[in-house]
């Protein structure tokens, strides 16, 4: 079973490199969300969406931007890569509201 | 602001022991709580979840107790194995309708053979 999917694993973006975080799943799923976790913190939500066609912020939404054109994929992307954005970022999703959600197994970004 | 936070940053235990890692959470419209387990280089992984209209739940090896009067949160973990040594996080929804989760900072559990 697939589950959510991220990918790169690892990068390396220096200071001011755009770049793309891929996400998908495979369970039908319709609410998707982006949260980052900095060392030794829990997960602070980024973006969320709860259907194609349907984005909002989240509690750090700064410095990153979203869409949701299927129900599947829901890309991450960082246009000006600053230092403050080297953390590690999970893709999750849900069936439903207040249903069980699930975590990719993360992308480790380095900004230099 | 309204957050979610853990007693203890980290717990040792015995191989066999029964571990109990706790949580407070300060917004009492939260109807929604999970635990994770978050191993190294991992995502979190779903242990056990618990609505506000319940004060506990059982599941495989892990209790989920909820205390609403002094929104408090706990793991209890029964013969904690080595497999059993992770991050976890306890996560309320506020309240809100998306499924949006505030997360706690975490319990280092460290299990001793």
């Known amino acids: 079973n697939a589950g959510v999917t991220q990918t790169p694993k690892f990068r390396i973006l220096k200071i001011g490199q755009s770049m793309t975080l891929q996400c998908t799943q495979d369970?039908?799923?319709?609410?998707m969300y982006w949260y980052r976790q900095d060392p030794g913190m829990g997960l602070k939500l980024i973006y969320y969406s709860v259907g194609a066609g349907i984005t909002d912020k989240g509690e750090v939404p700064n410095g990153y931007n979203v869409s949701r054109s299927t129900t599947e994929d829901f890309p991450l992307r960082l246009e000006l890569a600053a230092p403050s954005q080297t953390s590690v970022y999970f893709c999750?999703?849900?069936?439903?509201?207040?249903?069980?959600?699930?975590f990719g197994e993360g992308s480790w970004l380095t900004v230099v | 602001g309204e957050s979610v936070g853990l007693h203890l940053p980290t717990l040792s235990v015995q191989e066999g022991d029964n571990s109990i890692i706790n949580c407070a959470y300060s917004n009492s419209a939260s109807d929604y709580f999970i635990w994770y387990k978050q191993e190294s280089g991992k995502g979190p992984q779903f242990i056990i979840d618990?609505?506000?209209?319940?004060d506990k739940r059982q599941g495989q090896r892990v209790t989920v107790l909820l205390n609403k009067t002094v929104k408090h949160l706990s793991l209890q973990i029964a013969a904690t194995q080595p497999g059993d040594s992770a991050v976890y996080f306890c996560?309320?929804?506020?309240?809100?309708?998306?499924?949006?989760?505030?997360f706690g900072q975490g319990t280092i559990l460290t299990v001793h053979p």
């Open positions: 369970m039908n799923h319709n609410y």
């Open positions: 618990i609505r506000s209209n319940m």
């Open positions: 996560a309320e929804n506020g309240g809100t309708s998306y499924g949006k989760l505030t």
């Open positions: 999750a999703s849900s069936r439903i509201s207040g249903n069980t959600i699930y």
